[in-house]
């Protein structure tokens, strides 16, 4: 047991005050700004926001330690905040090991790197056919053009279903995470049926007309046993439903991110198009400055201290990864972007410990393949209107009108 909760527990304090509003209006630096202070001033919050209220933690060291401690912090209680989980349980995320293994087992074949490099060529041709429209009319909405289509395409390839059917998930998806933003349980959960019986209906068909297990995920827990038996079919109904539309909500606010910034930079952009071998450092950056996540959550599972402040076992804590990955204490001048950090490999955008986020290899090739087609095509680009922002428990871009001068109109080539 941690040390400081045998010393500390006794007189650690038991304060339920409201420390910050997760649901105040944001500019793209407001909540980057807010988490500087936070830092600071009060590492380890409580909030009021939300029914029930929550506990948040900003440094990294804190976040780090309950995400490598799955004995003493569970998610299988609560992982995110606001609590939205009304309609079952969804594997891997829902279940601690070793409970979780089996199925995280099954999905993490279909992310090596031999089936990225396969994936890969499918992938650019989708950045190719959805980012083209926007750069040859000069002018266009990166987050509402491209990044809220992008994604569900490629889940379309990844997931081998009709393109009609992902951007219908993707569409109910966004309603979805709309109605949580508003604590909308009603919605929540009339949603979340509706992708359930989508999930459902994509078993039925790979049933009905079977596919390899080794080319098809959902064939592929299908098949999956534990001990012998097949993995009971509540749970590969629930764990296909949490994969159909995790992977599409990060991206979509993620990729607006990047395009800001390089409006901003144009000195790194212009370092960018002369050598485009650095934009995957440039994107693990990226994806510390501006982690989509902030309120990924875990419950303890006994009382527990931190920063000298007692939380009881079976309340929520938050996870703060946007503010954790800017933590100076681990990264030196946290707020800017430096290229060739040492230990960038550090950053929590894709969690840490045993429930990392799966994916991270295929959102890696989305976001390097965007950024090098974008590059490549253009001479420049700039935001050409207001930033709507996406709410907590997301951070990042919702809208960002921008106008694109093509490669081809000052002369230069377009591979």
């Not at 006794?10 to 339920?16: W, Y």
């Not at 089936?115 to 190719?128: H, S």
């Not at 959902?218 to 534990?226: D, G, K, N, R």
Request: glycine share 6%.
């Amino acid at each position: 047991m941690d040390p400081e909760l045998t010393d500390d527990r006794v007189t650690a304090k038991r304060d339920l005050t409201d420390d910050f509003d997760p649901k105040a209006p944001e500019t793209f630096t407001s909540a980057h700004e807010l988490y500087a202070e936070m830092r600071k001033r009060c590492p380890v919050a409580h909030s009021t926001g939300f029914d029930g209220g929550f506990w948040a933690l900003f440094r990294y060291e804190d976040v780090d330690r309950v995400l490598r401690d799955s004995g003493t912090f569970t998610t299988s209680v609560q992982n995110t905040v606001p609590k939205f989980a009304f309609t079952g349980r969804r594997p891997p995320l829902h279940l601690d090991p070793p409970e979780h293994t089996s199925y995280r087992r099954v999905i993490n074949r279909f992310f090596t790197p031999t089936k990225m490099r396969a994936l890969g060529p499918r992938v650019r041709e989708l950045v190719v056919e959805q980012l083209s429209p926007l750069i040859d009319a000069g002018s266009g909405d990166i987050s509402v053009d491209y990044a809220q289509k992008f994604p569900a395409m490629v889940f379309a390839e990844f997931f081998n279903l009709p393109r009609e059917l992902a951007a219908l998930i993707k569409e109910i998806s966004a309603s979805y995470v709309a109605a949580i933003v508003a604590v909308d349980d009603a919605t929540v959960k009339r949603l979340s049926g509706r992708l359930y019986e989508i999930a459902q209906a994509v078993i039925d068909e790979r049933r009905s007309s079977p596919m390899a297990p080794e080319d098809d995920l959902t064939t592929a827990l299908i098949h999956a046993t534990h001990d012998g038996e097949p993995l009971p079919a509540d749970m590969v109904l629930g764990c296909v439903r949490q994969l159909l539309v995790t992977g599409m909500v990060a991206p979509s606010v993620f990729i607006g991110n990047m395009f800001v910034h390089l409006s901003e930079d144009r000195e790194l952009a212009t370092a960018l198009r002369a050598d485009p071998a650095r934009i995957p450092a440039a994107v693990e950056e990226f994806l510390r400055l501006y982690g989509p996540y902030r309120g990924m959550a875990r419950t303890a599972r006994e009382d527990v201290v931190f920063g000298g402040r007692l939380i009881k076992a079976g309340e929520p804590i938050a996870l703060v990864y946007t503010s954790a990955n800017r933590d100076e204490r681990i990264f030196p001048d946290g707020e800017k972007f430096v290229f060739d950090r040492p230990n960038l490999n550090e950053h929590i955008s894709f969690g840490a410990g045993v429930h990392s986020c799966p994916g991270a290899p295929l959102a890696r090739m989305m976001m390097v393949m965007t950024l090098e087609e974008a590059l490549a095509r253009t001479s420049d680009f700039e935001v050409s209107g207001p930033i709507t922002m996406a709410k907590w428990a997301e951070w990042g871009t919702n809208s960002v009108p921008m106008r694109f001068v093509p490669a081809a109109a000052t002369g230069g080539e377009v591979p």
